[in-house]
Nanobody, 118 residues
Framework: QVQLVESGGGLVQAGGSLRLSCAAS????????MGWFRRAPGKEREFVAS????????YNRDSVKGRFTISRDDAKNTVYLQMSSLKPEDTAVYYC???????????WGQGTQVTVSS
């Protein structure tokens, strides 16, 4: 069973940048759709971005388009979320997830906290 561990979160000022990493172990993710989700204070978890395969199709929610970039390095068994022009409303716990089959996000990491101050 693949395990996912997020890292790279922290405190950043509005307008700054962070790169989140999602490292997989106990298996490969090369054949999986990968994605990032987030849960802001007082809100439910929401979709952020996804990627089908290395060099393949990516999707982003409207509020992060032009600011966030999802990528993957299957040789390192790792997925990334490059975040730029961060806003206070981006403050959330960010989760990495994988689709193994049937369009179900079935594998999840424990999350990493991102806090953007104004």
């Amino acid at each position: 069973q693949v395990q996912l561990v997020e890292s790279g979160g922290g405190l950043v000022q509005a307008g700054g940048s962070l790169r989140l990493s999602c490292a997989a172990s106990e298996g490969t993710i090369s054949s999986y759709i990968m994605g990032w989700f987030r849960r802001a204070p007082g809100k439910e978890r929401e979709f952020v971005a996804s990627i089908t395969w290395s060099g393949g199709t990516t999707y982003n929610r409207d509020s992060v388009k032009g600011r966030f970039t999802i990528s993957r390095d299957d040789a390192k068994n790792t997925v990334y979320l490059q975040m730029s022009s961060l806003k206070p409303e981006d403050t959330a716990v960010y989760y990495c997830a994988a689709v193994v089959q049937r369009s179900v996000w079935s594998i999840w990491g424990q999350g990493t906290q991102v806090t953007v101050s104004s």
